[in-house]
């Protein structure tokens, strides 16, 4: 047996602090709110599990966390396929390179409350030009009141900043892909369709992955625009997790339940991120598993 | 199956855009017989690909046209052009097995499923790959790779000719060979023409009946292997084919006599030469055909000598030309060395091409 040499510990030490500074003590601050009450005062009682059960059968919780789930599931479903369109249709040499890149990243520099204000603002019945434009056009279109036009305009607004993350990722996997591999396609008679599938997704699919994931966990998490647009109304209807986390524990100063709540939601988000992350690259392994079979 | 001809075809890349035309492929005509397996050999950049690209309809030609069978197929495109072209870099379908690979060309041209498995175990078959038919094209290496991109042209029973694009490039040198026969195999059993492009002279003069060699944008000559070894018509080809390369002296004519630096060389008979012009004369004479002998023919200074195995390649300097000559086994080089050409092995050029032989 080989002796065993622990001065390696000592060269991992100053990343562990940093990790435990930046990281691990916050969270376990979550940990330790999570099962304490406390009246203020700096007075902690130990409840145990009882804030984790309370929020696992609160109908609040599930009716923010539903919200979550439709939305990132809309984001995902508008935002994914379209980013792959606009990257195909953007041409692949000459000015227009340039010029579409720029136009795409713009929405990307735009921080999130300007992003959220904007909207806001552009939807207003009275003064915003889609809002009053709309209007004009005689639609009955108000988003402070209706709850599809508050999702519609909180979907449009996500599709409109994010879209552009989707298509840049998609674009730089296509640019990526050798010209031989479409000629080898004209060789083989392949369709405009048959490219695409054979070809250019399965080329893009390592960027897609990471498109999928940080959409999720982005729109997941979503927090600033709505609080400005909708501010979560109507009533609750655009009320979403991150929404109701801050309500309970700024608004309602619920330390306990807060951090019992963060710590799910934080599972949660971790917990789909690994099933995205297993589904879309179980193929791969598969393709390796089977690449390595001894030559027959 | 078809004969190409290329009528008058040139192109260059830049056509239209700024002055001067520069062109990547300079005029020429060139047919192919149906079922002749041609090499196109020459350095890189001198048009190879571009001549072979244009043959497939993945480049149109900026002049010419391209002729199949005496029909006009220059404006068709690549997909109606019955054309199977293997690049440089194997391309695969990496997401599709390697029987599907094999089947995506014919599903494209939808054919009936009967036909394409019938075809496409045919074609493993060919290949040696039914063990391998079921594995994902992406795991495997890259000769098996270059094969499925080659049997995606032998499945189609619609193909006029098979184009190579230096299709040996990434393949480990051992199984280059064996490639390479299985290619000749493979063209002696269906008969495509196969063109077949490539840097590489072994592997043009043993894959090819017919070798025809490039030079900046141009043919400079098409011939047999033998042709193009013993009589090359530009000094071009008598470098880049043989190893080492033909030698090549400037040299004037005396009579019937060469003279080299001063030194003359009989050529035993009259050669014939345009006489208005005696400017750009040069003596090439491949290594093969020089003999070293103590004390007489031309002298020279040995500079190196290198054992290649079954000969010896003597390098010498002659007023700062290199000289090569190639001593078989057991020949010495003698002390105060001169060099002997054999002189019914001496090639005459006049600015490049060949004006006589010796």
Known sequence: ????????????????????????????TVVNYSVQDTFGNNEFFWVGTEWFQELLTSERFHNALQRTFLFSGLVLLIEIPLGIFIALAMPKRGIGVSICLVLMALPLLIPWNVVGTIWQVFGRVDIGLLGHGLAELGIDYNYTQDIFDAWLTLIVMD??????????????????????????ARIDGASRWAVFRYIQLPKIKRVLLIAVLLRFMDSFMIYTEPFVVTGGGPGNATTFLSIDLVQMAVGQFDLGPAAAMSLVYFLIILLVCWVFYTIMTSYDNDEIGQGRQPNA | MAS????????????????GVDYALKPLNQSWDNGGAYALLGPSGCG????????????????GRVLFDE?????????????????????????????????????????????????????????G???????????????DKQKISLGRGLVRTDVEAILFDEPLTVIDPHLKWQLRTELKKIHQQFQHTMIYVTHDQTEALTFADKVIVMYEGAIVQIGTPEELFEQPKHTFVGKFIGSPGMNVLPCELQGSDIVVNGNKIALGRPVSVSREDSKGLELGIRPEYVKLSADSGIPVDITGVEDVGKHIVVRSKFHNIDVNIILREGEDIPGNPGLIFEPSKINL???????GTG
């Open chain 2, 48 to 63: 190879k690909t571009t001549l072979l690209n244009i043959i497939s309809g993945l480049l149109r030609p900026s002049e």
């Open chain 1, 1 to 28: 047996m080989k002796p065993l040499n622990n001065k390696a510990w000592f060269m991992v030490l100053p990343v562990l602090v940093l990790v435990a500074f930046s990281a691990i003590i916050p969270l376990m």
């Open chain 2, 129 to 143: 790959m039914q063990a391998k038919a079921n594995l994902k094209a992406r795991g495997l290496n890259a000769d």
């Open chain 2, 71 to 127: 029909k006009d197929i220059t404006d068709l495109t690549t997909e109606q052009r019955n054309i199977a072209q293997v690049f440089q870099f194997p391309v695969v379908y990496d997401t599709l097995s390697v029987a599907k690979n094999l089947a995506f060309p014919l599903q494209n041209r939808g054919l009936a499923n009967d036909v394409i498995e019938r075809r496409v175990a045919e074609v493993l078959q060919m290949l």
């Open chain 2, 349 to 355: 050029y006049q600015h490049s091409y060949l004006v």
């Open chain 1, 159 to 184: 599709v409109w900043h994010w879209t552009s993350l989707v298509v840049l990722l998609c674009y730089s996997g296509l640019v990526a892909i050798p010209e031989v591999y479409y000629q080898a």
């Open chain 2, 4 to 19: 190409i001809k290329l009528h008058e075809i040139a192109h260059c890349y830049n056509a239209g855009k700024g002055t």
